[in-house]
């Protein structure tokens, strides 16, 4: 019992010296509620995260087949409060104690955002201090730097449920974008074929998102039983399409409930396969475009080509065999390859909070006219070079590179 005490005492005291030495360094709250989960988070400006809360909407979203705009708003106005308040008493930090607070306020859901920034508003007005409007996608492709010291420039891969883009980070506020995704997004597609593929009805399955459910199934599956398109060798640029793996799951899944005689709620036994061979032809999609991005950047004398760097940040970014390919790849091509944490890479108001910190210590964006802070759903990223990456018309030849993943070892040339 005595020693329950003293433990307890020794946390509390822990506790209350953490907050003591917070407040004696720039502290930033961050919130972020751009899509489908309630995010806020405090960092002080060594990058030590203080306290978090983390609301997600994924089982609710996964029963309606996706994420439906108005009941994410009500959600997010349900959660918000709570995430909030939960950040800051972990931290120990009072909204007084704070520096400024940053909040999404581009790219995503105009409902969604709006949430959010309301929010921060009135904190901010509350306690006085300025606000930091973040970009989503900028946040996405800094949250690296939390954890590793990576200089500028450096190249970025963004990957997602909304979006794919390619881009040269040349500091905080300037970004080249090289390469968007068209029509579909990477995180979309597997969603789609998770559904079509029935996944959800495999009990192992049934609370996973769809890229979770694909990578489930992948690890036990082969991944050069079929041969998805990922090339696209007649457009020389930078941009992802993914329809073609779609049309083409689509394609396969049918063909093989036919050959295999499957009922309509039942999952085909070749499904592993088709997942694993799905992301071996993600994998060699994406390392086709940062190939091209790499050669683009030296034409155009954009990068140190003795230190280059590779950044690989967003939902899809959780997804192991990606991850590896994308490592291997860096390794054959002498560039160092970042990655954070799976926790870091979905929407969390960590990397919010961190690009507040960042923004804080340069001085920019830092507002008190909170009338000029106003959600802007569609905001591109950066200063668009792509049209310039397609004329450099850019032929490549890839690198003969080993997958290793777990007991699967693969070559992509």
Not at 74 to 83: A, F, R, T
Not at 138 to 143: F, I, M, P, R, S
Not at 169 to 179: I, R, T, Y
Not at 277 to 304: D, P, Q, V
């Amino acid at each position: 019992m005595k020693f329950r005490i003293l433990n307890r005492r020794i946390q509390l005291f822990s506790h209350f010296y953490r907050g003591l030495c917070a407040r004696s360094k720039r502290i930033v709250l961050g919130i972020e509620t751009s899509c489908d989960d309630t995010g806020a988070a405090v960092i002080d400006e060594d990058g030590n995260v203080l306290g978090e809360g983390l609301k997600s909407q994924m089982k609710v979203h996964l029963e309606n087949g996706g994420v439906i705009p108005h009941i994410a708003v009500y959600l997010h106005e349900e959660s918000i409060e709570d995430v909030v308040s939960t950040a800051l008493t972990k931290s120990n930090v009072k909204l007084q104690d704070l520096s400024a607070i940053a909040v999404t306020t581009k790219p995503g859901l105009r409902g969604s955002l709006k949430v959010g920034v309301k929010y921060a508003k009135h904190l901010a007005s509350a306690c006085g201090k300025p606000l930091i409007p973040i970009h989503h996608m900028e946040a996405h492709a800094l949250t690296a730097r939390l954890l590793e010291n990576i200089e500028f420039p450096f190249l970025t891969l963004l990957a997602s449920g909304g979006h794919c883009q390619i881009a040269l980070v040349k500091s905080l506020q300037e970004f080249l974008l090289l390469g968007t995704s068209s029509h579909n997004s990477p995180g979309e597609v597997l969603d789609k074929i998770a559904r079509r593929l029935k996944l959800q009805n495999l009990p192992e399955c049934y609370e996973m998102s769809g890229g979770q459910a694909i990578e489930f199934m992948a690890k036990d599956g082969d991944p050069l039983a079929y041969s998805f398109p990922y090339s696209l060798t007649h457009h020389r640029d930078c941009n992802f399409s993914f329809s073609g793996f779609t049309s083409f799951a689509t394609k396969t899944i049918e063909i093989e409930e036919e050959e295999y005689d499957v009922p309509p709620d039942g999952v085909v036994p070749t499904a592993k396969d088709i997942c694993a061979s799905l992301l071996h032809g993600y994998a060699l999609h994406m390392m086709h475009r940062i190939h091209r991005a790499f050669i683009f950047c030296e034409i155009k004398n954009l990068l140190n080509s003795n230190k280059r760097s590779l950044v690989f940040s967003g939902g899809v970014a959780c997804n192991t065999y990606i991850r590896t390919a994308l490592n291997n790849m860096c390794a054959a091509l002498n560039t160092e390859f970042y990655c954070p944490p799976s926790r870091l890479c979905t929407d969390n108001g960590i990397m919010i909070a961190w690009n507040g910190v960042e923004k804080l210590k340069a001085g920019v964006d830092i507002c008190s006219n909170f009338e000029s802070i106003k959600p802007d759903p569609d905001c591109p990223l950066g200063t668009d070079l792509s049209e310039e990456v397609r004329k450099a018309s850019i032929k490549v030849k890839m690198p003969k590179i080993d997958l290793q993943v777990e007991k699967e070892k693969v070559s992509a040339t």
